[in-house]
């Protein structure tokens, strides 16, 4: 049998906290048990009251007492800084010690984010990390959007790497070979766009870093015509958030069906920190426990394909290819 | 009785002339004529047997021959140089004489936009005129935004007109007192943001020229929280277009409403020209009949409520203000 996956979660972290990161912690071992170990970050008697409550029994699980909470309004580095015995802070404390295999936590993104830069590094040297979500199309074949907001201003170098992140992901993770990638564009020929975007195709028209696939529009995300989408945090923040509230509004009008249900953030998980050295999973901040099991899946699936060493490798080819 | 408007109309504009441009005047006679006048540019052979096939009497119109056609691909400023005799070069001439009140089409925006901006002038020095489109929401208070692509890169001080320029159009064409002015951003608080909208924050945080409500995300846009949605180019072309595409999923997944009827071109009549001296309307490549006599309707209303000289009046006391 092979060796079970040790996944932290951070039980303090998300909306709805404790309460719904347990119920998480339930269904992940149900579904991943044979699979999986967690380590549970939290005021340790507040999730041992909880684990009685929902019935898991402590043998299941590790628990490690990091009782000091980052709240969502806080300053996200000042609080690491002050908060050592946060969940957050000692759960990366823990994956940098190589003591859990990934750590995934519904809390405070800026701190998610920061956290894993800090405290784990990134990858290569000069490379901006950032966040990605999933982008369902009705053809099936699902795509990836990134940057969605870790940083709201780029460089077309910073674009650059955000392709090869997201390639990286698209083939380790869905399982595409060659994966397209289109940069987001207000039009499809090379000389349109902002300065940005017209900067960027420049530097992409010829690699082989990645299979670029040209410009992309607004009304292309969700057609067949890339893999990964490439855009500046400021835009796929944007792209992101009127998603959803098409989804909503979708769901508030009745309308329903699966396809649409892949827009729900339950489904999803949350978004990995690319780029980073470690497997770190960043959950939606109103999880309940679908979305804690999904979150935690995730972060395994990154684990298991390794996506940081990939991503480190895809870099680093990039990087000895320009020398 | 009021004299009725004269509204010019190019018969060459759009994927579908100009066959779907004569469904559209059929249409805006039949349900504006007591008000209405049009003048139609284009080749007046062309004209001429169309208003036969579509049983359209030749007194009931005014045809002014301009044979040349400026095609999609071509370079819009450089076709209007080289063809004088285009439906669009003629157009703006006789809006330019005052021979016609205002002037549509559905053919090249570049053509389109670049000829309004250099026949007509802006309304004052020092402005970037720019394209929106109305933001229809389920609170039935439907909002607008702008720009959606007129620039591709903005400086702070062209988003703080951009709000003055939606603000007229909010005022004088939706009617809405003291319209709400909200700055897309990837956050709700001041200090969020990329750069430019950080500065604009600024520019527009205790301005008396409108009514700024702050930062407004994606999942904000169909709520009531704005009415005038301010953003650069680049972000409000992606906007529109990814709307337009969700709004063509869900008709093809079978759903629908009224409601979601609003996204439907064909009902919006295209967008004006905001910040020229003239009612300049540029419709969708794709209209068809209905959508031309929205088009025209339109046109009619932006010149029945005076909005460019709202425009002007409205920048101009921003600029008295400023000295």
């Known amino acids: 049998m092979a060796e079970k996956l040790n996944i932290g979660l951070d039980v303090a972290g998300g909306d709805f ?6 119920d998480g912690v339930v269904l992940a071992l149900s579904e991943y048990g044979d699979r999986l170990h ?7 008697s507040v999730i041992r009251e909880g684990l009685s409550q929902h019935s898991i029994s402590p ?9 000091e909470v980052i709240e969502m309004g806080e ?6 800084l002050s908060k ?17 295999d990934g750590f995934a936590s519904a809390g405070s993104t800026g701190a998610m984010f920061g956290g894993a830069v800090v405290s784990l590094g990134t990858v290569i040297e000069n490379i ?11 053809s099936g074949r699902d795509g990836i959007i990134l940057d969605i907001g870790a940083s709201a201003d780029s460089k077309p170098e910073n674009l650059y790497q955000f392709a090869i992140l997201g390639s990286a992901f698209a083939e380790h993770i869905s399982g595409f070979q060659n994966p397209r990638v289109g940069l987001i564009n207000i039009g499809e020929e090379p000389e349109k766009g902002n300065e ?21 529009e607004g009304h292309d995300i969700f057609r067949d015509k890339a893999d990964v989408y490439v855009c500046n945090g400021f835009t796929g923040n944007i792209i992101v958030k009127l998603s959803e509230s098409w989804y909503h509004m979708c769901r508030k009008f009745g309308f329903n069906n699966e396809y649409l249900e892949k827009f729900n953030f339950e489904n999803q998980g949350g978004s990995p920190v690319l780029g980073v050295n470690g497997a770190v999973v960043i959950g939606h901040g109103i999880s309940n426990g679908k979305a804690i099991k999904n979150m935690i899946g995730l972060t395994m699936n990154v ?5 940081s060493q990939r991503i480190k490798e895809a870099l680093s080819r990039n990087e000895s290819s320009e020398e």
Do not use: H, Q, W
């Not at 043998?59 to 009782?67: L, Q, R, W, Y």
């Open 196 to 216: 940005l975007v017209k900067a960027t195709y420049k530097l992409m028209a010829d690699t082989k870093d990645f299979n670029f696939v040209g410009n992309v």
């Open 75 to 80: 300053s996200p580095m000042k609080a690491l």
């Open 303 to 307: 684990v298991n394909n390794k996506l």
């Open 38 to 44: 967690l380590t549970l970050f939290g005021s340790e």
């Open 17 to 22: 906290a404790p309460g719904c990161n347990l």
């Open 84 to 100: 050592p015995n946060s969940s957050i802070a000692v759960g990366f404390k823990y994956l940098k010690e190589g003591k859990i």
């Open 59 to 67: 043998d299941s699980v590790t628990v490690v007492d990091a009782p």
């Open 128 to 138: 901006r990390p950032c966040l990605m979500t999933l982008v369902p199309k009705p």
